[in-house]
């Protein structure tokens, strides 16, 4: 049998490590012929609540769970872990201004970069999850030198989903219908969600302008807010869905014919700055994602692209500034 996969998973104890942990126990990150062994990472006024959580797994029994340890401190936590979900992060709270927000997060990632890069195991994925998700991704990456640049990624999945899920409503078929859909830029406001390639039952779709610019691109970009004015609490079991699908996709590959999205490094393509991570159309392939190469990109994608793209680079630019990357 299988030596299980070690999985770390930052902020178990909030409310998307709950819904995303026992769905990694079960089975449904890497296979239901691959056991696994749960890392969790708290700080440590919430290592009792995922202690909490742990007894539930037990309680589980879940055929394939291996046993959970929890830590509070990081570079425990990813020694030899092979997959890590980096969900825990400083939200913006009253009053807090954007660089502040940075810096805080800043405080938590590069020290788990480093961890990384010290300790994980040579085959290791990371998924930042924690907003904000890109420039997350690229404070860890760049604190983890050893580590190949396409193993940091950030999570726009839920994006992808959303998208999928609103273009499906829309014209009335099952989103197994739906093909070539792509999240560009920040998971933000500023994402572009792109119906320019979208392929319906193989064919491409013809969609009023007005429509996408002003129902399907606000709805997808807006709607962790519009969850949260109805939840009261932020998107949880379905950003937890997406970051099972993000890395079983990672690990499984994507369908001929089709691709996801996913924030990965940017190798320059589509004029996005070399080293940001922002979010393309990737494919994936033993175990690699790739930017989809060669797609034509309309003006109006275009002016989208830019935008969110620009915000990124002022992301960068005041992590840079504040000596976080
Ligand atoms: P919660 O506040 O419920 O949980 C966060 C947990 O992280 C807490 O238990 C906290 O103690 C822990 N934590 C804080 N600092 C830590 C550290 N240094 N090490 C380990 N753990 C730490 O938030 P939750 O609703 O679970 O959301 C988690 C993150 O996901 C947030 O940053 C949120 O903004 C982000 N999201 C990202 C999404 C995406 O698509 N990329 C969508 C959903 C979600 O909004």
Do not use: C
């Amino acid at each position: 049998t299988q030596a299980p996969v070690n999985v770390t998973v930052t902020g178990a104890a909030g409310q998307i490590g709950y819904a995303l942990l026992f769905r990694i126990a079960s089975g449904q990150l890497l296979g239901q012929d691959v056991p696994v062994k749960l890392r969790l990472l708290e700080i440590p006024q919430a290592v009792k609540a995922a202690e909490g959580t742990a007894m539930e797994l037990e309680d589980g029994a879940f055929p394939l769970l291996a046993g959970t340890d929890i830590f509070d401190d990081p570079k425990q936590a990813f020694e030899g872990t092979n997959i890590a979900l980096l969900v825990g992060a400083r939200p913006r709270s009253k009053g807090m201004e954007r660089g502040d927000l940075l810096e805080a997060n800043g405080g938590i990632f590069k020290p788990q970069g480093e961890a990384i890069n010290a300790g994980a195991a040579d085959d290791i994925k990371v998924l930042v999850v924690g907003n904000p998700a890109n420039t997350n991704a690229l404070i860890a990456r760049s604190h983890a030198p050893d580590v190949p640049a396409d193993r940091f990624t950030a999570m726009t999945r839920l994006d992808h989903n959303r998208a999928l899920a609103q273009l499906s409503k829309k014209l009335g078929v099952p989103v197994t219908e739906l093909k070539k859909l792509a999240i560009w830029g920040n998971h933000s406001a500023t994402q572009y969600p792109s119906v320019q390639h979208a392929e319906v039952g193989g064919k491409s779709v013809d969609l009023d302008q007005a429509w996408l610019e002003n129902d399907f691109i606000p709805t997808v970009a807006k709607r962790g807010a519009a969850i949260i004015e109805a939840r009261g609490l932020s998107s949880a079991a379905s950003a937890a869905s997406a970051a099972i699908d993000h890395v079983h996709t990672w690990v499984n590959g994507t369908p001929a014919g089709d691709w996801t999205s996913a924030a990965v490094v940017s190798d320059g393509s589509y004029g996005v700055p070399e080293g940001l991570i922002s979010s393309f159309p990737v494919t994936a392939e033993n175990g690699q994602y790739k930017i989809v190469q060669g797609l034509e990109i309309d003006d109006f994608s275009r002016a989208r692209i830019d935008a969110s793209v620009a915000e990124l680079v002022e992301e960068r630019d005041t992590v840079q500034k504040l000596g976080l990357i």
